[in-house]
């Protein structure tokens, strides 16, 4: 059986083909530029070369037939025809507080993604437009969607709830909602399973780090709070939105320089963050390389963002009272040692003590490694998250009805002895070029 997954943003459209029988990826890639001109698809198969070539995609339907007749063409193809995928699982980030859990997409949970559309106006009408391209190539199976918001359901008003007058809440739905849900969920188990822990009984503080990020306190196996608020806005500095902000902030640029309302949200979500801090920068890896050549403002941007994720750490690891582990993830969280280096400095007081050697070794997507020291009190995990796994579970039990929340669902990533396959794979030959990545490997407990 051959699920396939998809995870339309504005401009881009990621997929995932998964052979449930054998539990193996056998394709990834994504489609970039999609409606904006110069479109690509980066494409990589089992046992092959990524391969990478134009197409251009005026909309998400065009897109989307690029992928089918990627995954279905000779050269790169990985399954002989559609018929072969049974389920379409689908990511969705702003389901409000309407879903506590994933669903099979039907009219009214369309329309209550639509209904979500001005909570998340960069998010959602792209999550909405690949659904309905993917219904039309894929009329006949079911499509599932898996909401960021969904997890974050379970937190109590003391979270949730902003100190504004109640009735915009009851009106208008003004609360915390908080996103990155899919990945939480999948790195919470994760950590559990390394602890040697009951899910249940285990106290997280995790962060994703990705060019969006949000911090998500975990306690008893559950999301207690998170950084991101009613929209995707609110929290850390990111690649272009601004994190925390005075909320006079807006009012007080529109008096000054006249700006609109809808002008002043959308600095705040496209021109600000690291892209505002530098004036020209959004990837990590060219502050970094900017910061070492003597770039002050990269040197700045870096030691902000760092700043603000100690911050909410330290206030994390305040309203859980115990922290079992620390866990970074998403692709700064994995990969990006240079900032896990400047967050995790100085934070042996409250117990977490990291390796720099450990620390610089660790990244990769292959394994999950432990940077912290010997003598730390609380572990420090690096988790290569897994969203799409999440994903094609929860289509595949939602077709055969055997699906639930995940506090009475059980993931096959909580097992012990679980492997990902092509993840074990990449490892035996990171191993080879880099024998210290052994050392460093995270085992359950």
Known sequence: MIILTLNCGSSSAKYQVYDWDNKDVLAVGVVEKVTIGGSFITHKAKGKEEVIFNHDCPTHTDAINLIINTLTSKENGVISDMSVIKAVGHRVVHGGDKFTKSVIVDDA????????QDLSPLHNPANIMGIEAAKKVLPNVPHCATMDTAWHQTMPPESYMYAVPVEWYEKYQVRRYGFHGTSFLYT???????????????????CHIGNGASINAVKNGCSFDTSMGITPLEGLVMGTRSGDVDPSLPFYIMRKTGMSAVEVESALNKK??????????????????????????????????AHHIKKYIGAYQAVLGRVDALVLTAGVGEFAWFIREKILDGLEGIGMKYDPAKNKVACTRNTETMISTSDSK?????????????????????MKGTYDTHTHFTYSFQSNGYVNKGRAE?????????????????RPK
């Open 426 to 442: 990449g490892l035996k030959f990171e191993l080879a070029k880099n024998p210290a990545l052994a050392e460093i490997i995270a």
């Open 378 to 398: 609380i572990p420090i995990y690096i988790i290569p998250t897994d969203e799409e796994l999440v994903m094609t579970e929860d289509a595949y039990a939602l």
């Open 272 to 305: 600000a963050g690291l892209l505002g801090l530098t004036g020209k920068f959004t990837d990590r890896r060219d502050i970094q390389a900017a910061a070492v050549a003597g770039d002050k403002q990269a040197l700045r941007a870096q030691l902000i963002e």
């Open 109 to 116: 949970a369309m329309q209550a993604f639509t209904a979500m």
């Open 188 to 206: 919470a188990k994760r950590a559990a399973v390394l602890l040697g822990q009951d899910p249940f009984k285990t106290n997280l503080v995790i």
